[in-house]
C-alpha cells in the first residue's frame, strides 16, 4: 500500500526517532510509555492520538525520561472501521487537530507537532488538557454514547428482526459511532467520566424537554392553530437554523 517505509521489530526501536506519536487506546498508552521510555533519544519530540488528555498528560510527566519532550495531540477525524485496509491518506485533510502541551512546554517541540499536523493537511488548534477533554466529551465522545443508546434501543431490540427490512438510511447513519472500535470508546470514558456524565446529563434532560413538546401535541384533527404543534414546529426550525449555520462556518 505504500504506507510504511520501514516495519521494526520491537518498539524500542520503533522509540528512535526524532517523533514518535503513540496512536493507541487511551489505557495501553501508559504502558507504552514504560516500555519505551529508556530507548528515546535526547530531544525527541513524544506526541499522541489519543481521545483524551489529562490523564495521558500526566502519565507522561510520570514516565518520560527528562530528556524528551511531550506534546500531545488529537486529531479530530476518524472511521468506525479500524485497521489497515481500511487506512485513508486523507483522513485528517481540512480536520481539527488539537496540539496539547503541558505548561512549559519547550516551544520549538510544539512547533514540530503543529507541523506534523499541517504536514497531514489538518488545521492544528492549540488548547489545554482540561479544556479538551471537556470540549471532546460534548462533540465527540456524548455523539458516540447516544449512537450507541439508540442502537441499543432499536437495533438490539427483540422486536427489530421483523422491522429491520424497513429500516432506512436514517438508522444506519444516526447509529454509525456505535459501529466503532469497543475498546477505543471503553478507554475514553474510563478516562473521561465525569466530563462524559456531564454531557449525558446536558442529553437527557434535552431529551427530557423533546419527550415533553411530543406529549403535549393535540391529535391530528385538532392541530391546526394549537399552541403544542406551534412549539413542535419552532423546536425542529430553531434546531435546523442553528446547525445549518454551523456547517457554513465550517465551510
Same mark, same amino acid.
Given at each position: 500500500?505504500?504506507?510504511?517505509?520501514?516495519?521494526?521489530?520491537?518498539?524500542?526501536?520503533?522509540?528512535?526517532?526524532?517523533?514518535?506519536?503513540? /496512536?493507541?487506546?487511551?489505557? *495501553?498508552?501508559?504502558?507504552?510509555? =514504560? +516500555?519505551?521510555?529508556?530507548?528515546?533519544? %535526547?530531544? !525527541? $519530540? &513524544?506526541?499522541?492520538?489519543?481521545?483524551?488528555?489529562?490523564?495521558?498528560?500526566?502519565?507522561?510527566?510520570?514516565?518520560?525520561?527528562?530528556?524528551?519532550?511531550?506534546?500531545?495531540?488529537?486529531?479530530? /477525524?476518524?472511521?468506525?472501521? *479500524?485497521?489497515?485496509?481500511?487506512? =485513508? +491518506?486523507?483522513?485528517?485533510?481540512?480536520? %481539527?487537530? !488539537? $496540539? &496539547?502541551?503541558?505548561?512549559?512546554?519547550?516551544?520549538?517541540?510544539?512547533?514540530?507537532?503543529?507541523?506534523?499536523?499541517?504536514?497531514?493537511?489538518?488545521?492544528?488548534?492549540?488548547?489545554?488538557?482540561?479544556?479538551?477533554?471537556?470540549?471532546?466529551?460534548?462533540?465527540?465522545?456524548?455523539?458516540?454514547?447516544?449512537?450507541?443508546?439508540?442502537?441499543?434501543? &432499536?437495533?438490539?431490540?427483540?422486536?427489530?428482526?421483523?422491522?429491520?427490512?424497513?429500516?432506512?438510511?436514517?438508522?444506519?447513519?444516526?447509529?454509525?459511532?456505535?459501529?466503532?472500535?469497543?475498546?477505543?470508546?471503553?478507554?475514553?470514558?474510563?478516562?473521561?467520566?465525569?466530563?462524559?456524565?456531564?454531557?449525558?446529563?446536558?442529553?437527557?434532560?434535552?431529551?427530557?424537554?423533546?419527550?415533553?413538546?411530543?406529549?403535549?401535541?393535540?391529535?391530528?384533527?385538532?392541530?391546526?392553530?394549537?399552541?403544542?404543534?406551534?412549539?413542535?414546529?419552532?423546536?425542529?426550525?430553531?434546531?435546523?437554523?442553528?446547525?445549518?449555520?454551523?456547517?457554513?462556518?465550517?465551510?
Amino acid at each position: 500500500m505504500g504506507a510504511v517505509d520501514d516495519a521494526l521489530a520491537s518498539l524500542v526501536d520503533a522509540a528512535t526517532g526524532e517523533i514518535v506519536v503513540l /496512536a493507541l487506546p487511551v489505557l *495501553a498508552v501508559r504502558s507504552i510509555m =514504560e +516500555a519505551i521510555g529508556p530507548a528515546l533519544q %535526547p530531544g !525527541c $519530540v &513524544v506526541t499522541d492520538a489519543a481521545s483524551t488528555k489529562v490523564d495521558v498528560e500526566r502519565w507522561a510527566a510520570a514516565l518520560l525520561p527528562a530528556h524528551v519532550q511531550w506534546v500531545g495531540g488529537h486529531p479530530m /477525524a476518524g472511521k468506525e472501521t *479500524a485497521g489497515l485496509e481500511h487506512a =485513508e +491518506a486523507t483522513l485528517f485533510r481540512g480536520r %481539527p487537530w !488539537c $496540539v &496539547v502541551p503541558p505548561d512549559g512546554a519547550d516551544p520549538r517541540a510544539v512547533e514540530r507537532v503543529h507541523q506534523l499536523a499541517l504536514d497531514t493537511g489538518a488545521h492544528p488548534i492549540e488548547i489545554d488538557a482540561q479544556g479538551h477533554d471537556r470540549a471532546v466529551a460534548a462533540v465527540s465522545h456524548l455523539p458516540f454514547m447516544a449512537a450507541a443508546a439508540l442502537a441499543r434501543t &432499536v437495533i438490539d431490540a427483540e422486536s427489530f428482526e421483523a422491522i429491520a427490512r424497513i429500516a432506512g438510511t436514517g438508522l444506519r447513519d444516526m447509529t454509525r459511532l456505535a459501529s466503532g472500535d469497543p475498546t477505543m470508546h471503553r478507554d475514553i470514558v474510563l478516562t473521561n467520566r465525569d466530563n462524559v456524565v456531564r454531557s449525558l446529563e446536558d442529553y437527557l434532560s434535552v431529551l427530557q424537554d423533546a419527550l415533553a413538546i411530543v406529549r403535549a401535541l393535540p391529535t391530528p384533527e385538532e392541530a391546526e392553530g394549537s399552541a403544542a404543534t406551534e412549539a413542535l414546529g419552532d423546536y425542529f426550525a430553531r434546531l435546523k437554523a442553528t446547525r445549518d449555520a454551523w456547517l457554513d462556518q465550517r465551510c
